[in-house]
């Protein structure tokens, strides 16, 4: 059987940024994780100008702009092209990434994740009455705007604007009924098989 557990926005973690430059708000990690290795990082971080990203050597990263007018980034000196909300970018952690602000401050959503430990996706959905989910792999939900209600076998969890949902898959797919007028974040997460 599935396990749901509800991360509410008053529980998230503040923590500095690894250059000293500002702060992020940590929503969920791999429950083996310590204090410096993960396998995968979910957080919020509000970016207030441009600057340079920490590195994290031997990750994945993937951002999404979810409040303000967007931001540019300067990977290993190659342009993106604008990135506005809902846009999921993928980037190494080994890179030197720069951000540039296209016109004011920018609240960010990011996936970090071992590679070679995690397969991992995000996807952005407009939630806007009810939306089905059928999925075996662990899931991490966020309800980046509005409001919405998650049904699974007959339980109903409410989540509010930042918060949370971790499932955790049993040995069949994990079914969800997804209701309410929202933006939600989907991250799929597959462990991989260690190698020898």
Known sequence: MSRLTRLPAAGHRRMPWRNGLGSTLEIARDTTATA???????????VTQSGAFSPFAGMTRIISVIEGMGMRLHVDGEITPPLGCWQAFVFSGDAQVECELLDGPIRDFNLIYHPDRYAAELDWVSIDGPWELDDSRALLLFCAEGSLEVCHEGAILGLEQL???HVQ????????TIQGKAQLGVIRLRALALQP
């Open 36 to 46: 410096t290795d993960f396998g995968w990082r979910v957080s919020l971080a509000d």
């Open 163 to 165: 918060d949370a949902l």
């Open 169 to 176: 898959p049993g040995p069949v797919p994990t079914k969800l």
